[in-house]
């Protein structure tokens, strides 16, 4: 195994994110440029989170479908704005099987067009709806500047497009939805977030509205975590969809979707990551408990591996990820450091002194504690310091970000503490797409969203001084 070094997050933060990922052994670049190769320990990481989005989204009724990766050409073109923010980054086929397409297809940079064009069928009577399913799959919308995990040509994602009767009822499903994306953020991320909605100049190409979830990361940038995107009847007037209501008048159909990505990985890595690598939170660990044993003589190996069988026969039983890190190749030492930049919660050191106290060692590798715990009841211990850290990456996250969170009402302090340690700017805006575009322009912060927990308040635009009544959040963004 390679020994990867990796930069200090405080010398070169960028660095430091790339030198993470591959120290994690979590993706590498591909040959095209732009795409990534998601590695095993990253992809386990990925697996964890569907898991729990699936689980999410099925309990508030949808099903999963799947739709071609492959959209005819003339799709993009029947909503205007749609084709017009996304077809600068469209990937088209042209030849195929050895000929010249009579029509280009376009690889998928988001499904609307298709799913719109089925549900046509789909859907004809007020019965049929509301129509609730979501897709896993991966997109590709052709980047410029790619960032492993953050921006890259082809990631995957789910995409959840559903069908309603009213604007009403749209407007529920899309802010369930972000209701959904913010409690697993919080929950498993860790990651806390802020829930509004976006500008108009930053809602998605097609939409009515758009809500975001949006984070803070260790280096003071804004990471959207996640959108939900009310599209009233854009698409179902653009592809002729319409339904019978009770009283048997035609109607098009309301619309929404919205989706959450791999970016959530790279989310992970800048909230909770230190300058020894990844921290995983408990709850996407596949690995949550990793077994260092610890022992000289063949005799010690012994009564060692004796004790570990037992305990791991009890984590086993309670559901507990672990590994028993037993390789005679490499000293503890290298092991604690090697599982650390894994991001493996929790480390159990256990060796012939501790086996005379009946106990082991906890190492947490959130803050880097190391206490001593009974063997008796090991499996609850652990369970039980699972959720301690879980919890602290979260109230950690949740206290950087209250500490880089400020209340501006003065232009000229907005790059000062953008080029400092960067934040959350709360400022008045008068709602202008000119001042935000001049902001933009001047600081290269932008309107994150207008957070629903925006509680009315007079003021003034930060940038021309016109009467306001709420604060909306400036930062820098990935
Ligand atoms: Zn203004």
Redesign the pocket.
């Known amino acids: 195994m390679a020994e990867a070094k990796i930069t200090k997050r405080s010398e070169d933060y960028s660095r430091w994110y790339t030198d993470v990922i591959a120290a994690a052994e979590l993706a590498d670049y591909a040959p095209v440029k732009g795409c990534m190769i998601i590695r095993p320990n990253g992809y386990a990481i990925w697996e964890k989170m569907q898991q729990a989005l699936d689980g999410m989204f099925k309990e508030t009724g949808h099903q999963n479908a799947y739709f071609p990766l492959f959209i005819p050409e003339s799709f993009l073109q029947k909503e205007a704005e749609h084709v017009e923010g996304f077809a600068p980054e469209v990937a088209v086929v042209t030849h195929a099987g050895g000929s010249k397409l009579e029509e280009p297809l376009i690889i998928r940079p988001t499904s609307e067009t298709i799913i719109w064009n089925t549900y046509r069928n789909w859907i004809q009577s007020y019965r049929d709806l509301p129509l609730l399913i979501n897709q896993w799959c991966n997109v590709v919308r052709w980047e410029m500047r790619t960032r492993l995990f953050l921006r890259t040509t082809e990631f995957l994602w789910q995409e959840g497009h559903t069908a309603h009767a009213t604007y009403e009822d749209a407007e529920e499903e899309a802010l369930r939805m972000l209701g959904v994306y913010r409690r697993f953020a919080e929950e498993y991320i860790a990651v806390p977030v802020i829930e509004g909605i976006k500008t108009d100049s930053e809602k998605f190409a097609g939409a009515h509205h758009t809500y975001s979830i949006e984070a803070l990361m260790g280096d003071g940038k804004a990471l959207q975590a996640g959108t939900s995107h009310h599209l009233a009847q854009n698409f179902a007037k653009a592809f002729d969809v319409t339904f019978q209501t009770e009283t048997g008048r035609r109607e098009y159909v309301y619309a929404t979707s919205w989706g959450l990505t791999t970016r959530m990985i790279g989310a992970l890595i800048m909230t909770h990551g230190d300058d020894n690598g990844i921290v995983i939170p408990p709850k996407l660990a596949t690995i949550q408990v990793v077994v260092v044993p610890i022992f000289r003589k063949p005799e010690e190996r012994e009564r060692v591996m004796q004790a570990v069988d037992k305990f791991t026969a009890g984590f086993k039983a309670a559901g507990i990820g672990f590994k028993v890190d037993a390789r005679d190749q490499y000293s503890p030492g290298y092991k604690f450091n090697d599982w650390e930049k894994h991001g493996v919660p929790l480390r159990i050191e256990v060796g012939p002194k501790d086996l005379d106290k009946n106990q082991v060692v906890l190492a947490r590798r959130d803050n880097g504690q190391k206490t001593p715990a009974s063997q008796d009841g090991l499996d609850r211990t652990v369970r039980e310091m699972l959720e301690t850290i879980q919890k602290s990456l979260f109230d950690r996250a949740v206290e950087f970000r209250e500490k880089h969170s400020y209340r501006i009402d003065d232009y000229s302090k907005f790059n000062e503490i953008l080029d400092g340690e960067g934040g959350f700017l709360w400022s008045h805006?008068?709602?202008?797409g000119?001042?935000e575009e001049r902001i933009k322009d001047e600081t290269k912060a932008t309107i994150r969203n207008i957070p629903n927990e925006s509680k009315p308040e007079e003021g003034k635009?930060?940038?021309?001084?016109?009467p306001?009544r709420r604060r909306v959040i400036f930062a820098r963004a990935y």
């Open positions: 805006w008068c709602g202008s000119e001042c635009c930060i940038k021309c001084g016109t306001s």
